[in-house]
């Protein structure tokens, strides 16, 4: 130090004002170093707590990962081993029937050309989604895949499915609506009925939006005496009126070449009445005991496509509720339900449905020089019903 430095600090030190400034120099500076270590400690607290989150999700992570791949052999360890029971009562169908259905798929649709997910657990996992109507992250937790697997997995095997409607689905020939008039015709007496018609409303919306509102979409399908769905028609999503979506059918267009005019379907007062489609009298104006034991017999034979209709609700537990992300996967959905439905009574059949003993009967024949119009035809029909012995009704 130097005698300038020396004088200056001397000075500075025996002036009373540079006392008292040195003074409030040193109180700030102290204040300003107490500051600091309060904002070390906070950091430091802070720190740590970070640390001890970051150390509770690593561990979560490791027993994430611990799971998954506990529940990764599920399907291989577990759901293979399942017997006709536990089959029954996770995928509302055999265990022989789920083979079937792969066997087809492979030998007829997928070429299955991965070995990362075998063809086998694709199909498991699409029916689990389809009877369990779970989420895509819970199964693939389950089935040890990512939940886009998942979604990717359940609309191949879907689209897969509903390409072969028109390989199950379809009208039946004229021997087998032979079969199908004779049979309602010994269960129900209600004379040359080949099938019934009838829509179904699935919700559709999203679960993940709150106040979500729900769009309604409707499936027209007509059946047989033994549930199979031989038409289908999947209207505009927001579209109610089963007359409109009939309307838009092409089975509304068709139905004249389908049928000869001496048969006919079945179908609610909601249906304008056809040659080839019979609906009841209209309860808005006075029905006579004839009319109103015909209306009878019509409800109950039609009562076949609301049984279709609850099975396949039944089994496929998320048709209850529609939630897809792209809306042209709705029917496509639907599609691949009704081809399953089929599937499953070409397989097992449904044993709740009481078989009758067939009447040898060869039908009613309906003059069409004589009865032309459709209203006739039903009065027609009407006043045969009413003729016959109808005690057993």
Known sequence: MNRFDKEFITELFMDSDSVFTVNRLVLAVANVINDNNDNITNFNEELNEEFQVLKTISTTDINATSV???????????????????????FKMKKATVQALVHFLAEHVIC????????????????????????????GLLFGLHKSSVSYIFQEIASALSDQRYNFINWPTIEEQHITRLKVYSRFKFPNCVGFLDACRFKVGSRRKK?????????????DESLMFIDIHIGS??????????????????????????????GDSEYKLKKNLITPFSSEELLTS???????????????????????KERFRRLNHIDVCKPEFVATLIYSACVLHN???????????KEEAVV???????????????IEKRQFLCNYINYMNMDNI
């Open 290 to 312: 004839e009319e109103m034991k015909f209306n009878e017999v019509h409800w109950k034979a039609r009562s076949y496509i609301g049984h279709a209709f609850e099975l396949l």
């Open 211 to 223: 106040n979500n509102v729900l769009d309604t979409v409707l499936m027209q399908a007509v059946c």
């Open 237 to 266: 999503v927001g579209k109610t009126k089963k007359s409109k979506v009939f309307r838009e059918s092409q089975l509304s267009q068709e139905l004249k070449n389908f049928i000869h005019f001496d048969n006919h379907i079945l």
């Open 360 to 374: 040898c009967d060869e039908g009613v024949t309906i003059d069409s020089n004589i009865i032309k119009t459709a």
């Open 343 to 353: 599937f499953l009574l070409l397989h097992e059949g449904y044993p709740e449905m």
């Open 68 to 90: 998954a791949k506990g529940v990764n052999s599920y399907y291989e360890n577990t759901i293979k081993k399942f017997d006709d029971y536990e089959y029954m009562n996770k």
């Open 112 to 139: 299955d050309g991965t070995v990362i997910v075998p063809l086998e657990k694709k199909v498991h996992i699409f029916l689990w989604l389809m009877t369990n109507d779970t989420s895509y992250q819970d199964t």
